[in-house]
């Protein structure tokens, strides 16, 4: 077996594919910030994110006879070292952070991130533990907690102590 070393600039990055079939498929990026956009043809692109981007990463299908899939992925990519889960379209995966199917359910997981947006802040760079939470929540059918200002603020104090 060869033991390879690796160095920070061997960071692989986690490729989300995009496709636009309008009324039929549509996958978008809802945050997230993405180091690599290459556009393949008309109806899709592919998107790159370094590790420890996290990013969101919705994907909704419908037929003849309306929506078949609706789906919201809220994800950190991880390096290549870290283990991670699959998910659809995401290559090599990462750590899932929320994943909620259902219109009903995908339309409060985009309130909660509007209202991460709603307080200034980056959702991109909240708390990840936030996302666990409001997955957990949603999937057990409770209310979650809001994101706070004072939440946001203990999470970048514990980060800089790490």
Excluded at 131 to 158: F, V
């Amino acid at each position: 077996m060869i033991a390879r070393s690796f160095r920070p600039d061997d960071a692989v990055l986690t490729t989300v594919e995009l496709t636009w079939i309008e009324k039929r498929i549509e996958h978008w990026i809802r945050f997230g910030h993405p180091v690599e956009d290459r556009i393949l043809d008309r109806r899709r692109r592919l998107m790159s994110f370094t590790p420890e981007s996290v990013f969101a990463f919705i994907r909704w299908a419908a037929n003849d006879f309306g929506t078949v899939v609706s789906c919201i992925d809220i994800v950190r990519a991880v390096d290549a070292r870290e283990a991670c889960q699959t998910v659809p379209f995401v290559r090599p995966g990462g750590e899932s952070l929320l994943r909620q199917s259902g219109w009903p359910k995908v339309r409060r997981v985009l309130e909660a991130i509007d209202g991460v947006e709603a307080l200034g802040i980056d959702p991109a760079a909240a708390c990840p533990d936030h996302w666990r939470h409001l997955h957990h929540r949603l999937t057990a059918a409770q209310e979650p907690r809001p994101y706070t200002r004072e939440r946001h603020e203990g999470w970048l104090r514990r980060r800089a102590a790490s």
